[in-house]
T-cell receptor
Framework: EAGVTQSPTHLIKTRGQQATLRCSPI?????VYWYQQALGLGLQFLLW???????NRGNFPPRFSGRQFPNYSSELNVNALELEDSALYLC?????????????FGQGTRLTVV | EDKVVQSPLSLVVHEGDTVTLNCSYE??????LLWYKQEKKAPTFLFML????IEKKSGRLSSILDKKELSSILNITATQTGDSAIYLC?????????????FGTGTRLQVTL
């Protein structure tokens, strides 16, 4: 069974540009979470999608946005990139039936803003 | 706001030592507590603890949930250099059938020879 897949693995953008990161969840998982992990820091919660709806968002400005598609894959968009957006962006998916909440992570997208 | 706090922030031990990592939480509605190990990129799932499963063990790793104290510990016995990693704790806060996961900042464990 395929795990959570993220693309691209690495992304280099210049300040002011837009970045699009993609995530495909494990088959059968309907929830997708996005986290930002800056160098040396913990996981900061960005966004949570379930069944195509945005359920919650973390303390990030509106230029961080995303969506979840009918096949449960998800996209994270970051507009007007700033240098401090450079980080590892991790996506996780989980199954939401029967109260199960264990989430599995993709390998991440390393975004570098120059 | 939901909060998960891990301690210590970092730890250096010698191979063979036993370590205990701590996680405490404040959430509006608790469903589960999860432990992850992060070595390079993707955190890998270790354990999930719930009200119906407050103790888990796998090899040298074990974890206990204390719902009264709103905390959990992760024990690693006979540590090996391969245990060096960041250990993350997350709490699942249910909304309907799904759960928001809130992570702590992690404990960085370094095991030396």
């Amino acid at each position: 069974e395929a795990g959570v897949t993220q693309s691209p693995t690495h992304l280099i953008k210049t300040r002011g540009q837009q970045a699009t990161l993609r995530c495909s969840p494990i088959s059968g998982h309907t929830s997708v979470y996005w986290y930002q992990q800056a160098l040396g820091l913990g996981l900061q919660f960005l966004l949570w999608y379930d069944e195509g709806e945005e359920r919650n968002r973390g303390n990030f400005p509106p230029r961080f946005s995303g969506r979840q598609f009918p096949n449960y894959s998800s996209e994270l968009n970051v507009n007007a990139l700033e240098l401090e957006d450079s980080a590892l962006y991790l996506c996780a998916s989980s199954f939401t039936g029967e109260g199960r909440t264990e989430a599995f992570f993709g390998q991440g997208t390393r975004l570098t803003v120059v | 706001e939901d909060k998960v706090v891990q301690s210590p922030l970092s730890l250096v031990v010698h191979e063979g030592d036993t370590v205990t990592l701590n996680c405490s939480y404040e959430v509006t509605n608790f469903r589960s507590l999860l432990w992850y190990k992060q070595e390079k990129k993707a955190p890998t799932f270790l354990f999930m603890l719930t009200s119906s499963g407050i103790e888990k063990k796998s090899g040298r790793l074990s974890s206990i949930l204390d719902k009264k104290e709103l905390s959990s510990i992760l024990n690693i016995t006979a540590t090996q250099t391969g245990d060096s990693a960041i250990y993350l704790c997350a709490v699942g806060n249910p909304t309907g059938t799904a759960s928001k996961l809130t992570f702590g900042t992690g404990t960085r464990l370094q095991v030396t020879l």
